[in-house]
């Protein structure tokens, strides 16, 4: 039981590329998002997805798309890297979105460099 | 504005001492609150969750307290060692807020022995 893998751990990107972070889970969760974090602030959400083929924006959403066509994947686009979008980023997901009190189980984060 | 505080400072610990975090909250009303551990290079791991109708929640060496009207959270951990050291976050779940968390910058904490 794999949990949540993210790929890449590493990544560097010129200003101006585009990139997808690729975000899988095996526990058949419904729930599923993307978090950010930057030194001496918390965690803030960029999309999350309630189910396959329903996304939503969360506090960050500029700069980032998201699909769901599966239950499995989230990946998040990056369509034009800036260096602002430097930071470590993380997929997390739980199970079903009524049950509010369902912990989130996170994936190990990519960090992402844009020069 | 609305915001979630946890001490930016490490807090340094004795093995075999408690260790006691704090998360401060203003302008929410939240029903659940929750602790997790993150250590170097990886993801938060979930550890706690308190509601807020209950005062105390315990798991083995760790207790969380949650008190509505100061807007506070403890954390407690008894027996500290130098395994749980690490960065503790907590985040609230404002009910309102369509499934987004808040998160605090985290504590994080070192236990010398």
């Known amino acids: 039981n794999a949990g949540v893998t993210q790929t890449p751990k590493f990544q560097v990107l010129k200003t101006g590329q585009s990139m997808t972070l690729q975000c899988a889970q095996d526990?058949?969760?419904?729930?599923m998002s993307w978090y950010r974090q930057d030194p001496g602030m918390g965690l803030r959400l960029i999309h999350y997805?309630?189910?396959?083929?329903?996304?939503d924006q969360g506090e960050v959403p500029n700069g980032y798309n998201v699909s769901r066509s599966t239950t499995e994947d989230f990946p998040l686009r990056l369509l034009s890297a800036a260096p602002s979008q430097t930071s470590v980023y993380f997929c997390?997901?739980?199970?079903?979105?009524?049950?509010?009190?369902?912990?989130?189980?996170f994936g190990n984060g990519t960090r992402l460099t844009v020069t | 504005s609305q915001k979630i505080e946890q001490n930016s400072e490490a807090l340094n610990i004795q093995e075999g001492k408690t260790a006691t975090l704090t998360c401060n909250y203003t302008?929410?009303?939240?029903?659940?609150l929750q602790w997790y551990r993150q250590d170097p290079g990886r993801g938060p791991v979930f550890l706690l969750l308190?509601?807020?109708n209950e005062k105390e929640k315990r798991k083995e060496r760790l207790k969380v307290t949650f008190d509505t009207t100061l807007k506070q959270s403890l954390f407690h951990i008894t027996a500290s060692q130098p395994a749980d050291s690490a960065t503790y976050l907590c985040?609230?779940?404002?009910?309102?807020?369509?499934?987004?968390?808040?998160w605090g910058a985290g504590t994080k904490l070192i236990i010398k022995p």
């Open positions: 302008n929410y009303s939240p029903a659940y």
């Open positions: 997390a997901s739980s199970q079903a979105p009524a049950e509010r009190d369902s912990p989130l189980h």
């Open positions: 308190i509601r807020e």
């Open positions: 997805s309630v189910g396959a083929g329903i996304t």
């Open positions: 985040a609230l779940d404002p009910l309102d807020s369509n499934y987004q968390l808040i």
């Open positions: 526990m058949n969760h419904e729930y």
